[in-house]
């Protein structure tokens, strides 16, 4: 089935940095937008990054700056780089993509398992 894989979360200290991955696999016939969302303890999910398949991307007021977004298509894969890590930015980080199924057709919202993101003071 159509699924979305993340890697590379952990524990890090403050300004420090961390590379998340999301591969996507399975049946797909294209992949739009692809992005990365973060649900803090007590918080609802909020959207940290998204990029389009033509690389246009749009981001969080709170990582501009420091977070940046990035995907391969050849290898259906976004990336997170994340810069000067703050405590705030602790949270488990989901990867959500636009895809379309190959064999129904049709786009539907995806999202991996997340991957948890502490930071450190």
């Known amino acids: 089935q159509v699924q979305l894989v993340e890697s590379g979360g952990g524990l890090v200290q403050a300004g420090g940095s961390l590379r998340l991955s999301c591969a996507a696999s399975?049946?797909?016939?294209?992949?739009?937008?692809m992005g990365w969302y973060r649900q803090a303890p007590g918080k609802q999910r909020e959207l940290v990054a998204t990029i389009t398949k033509g690389g246009n991307t749009n981001y969080a007021d709170s990582v501009k700056g420091r977070f940046t977004i990035s995907r391969d298509n050849a290898k259906n894969t976004v990336y997170l780089q994340m810069n000067s890590l703050k405590p705030e930015d602790t949270a488990v980080y989901s990867c959500?993509?636009?895809?379309?199924?190959?064999?129904?057709?049709?786009?539907?919202?995806?999202w991996g398992q997340g991957t948890q993101v502490t930071v450190s003071s």
């Open positions: 959500n993509a636009d895809m379309v199924h190959s064999y129904y057709r049709l786009p539907a919202d995806y």
């Open positions: 399975g049946p797909i016939l294209s992949i739009n937008t």
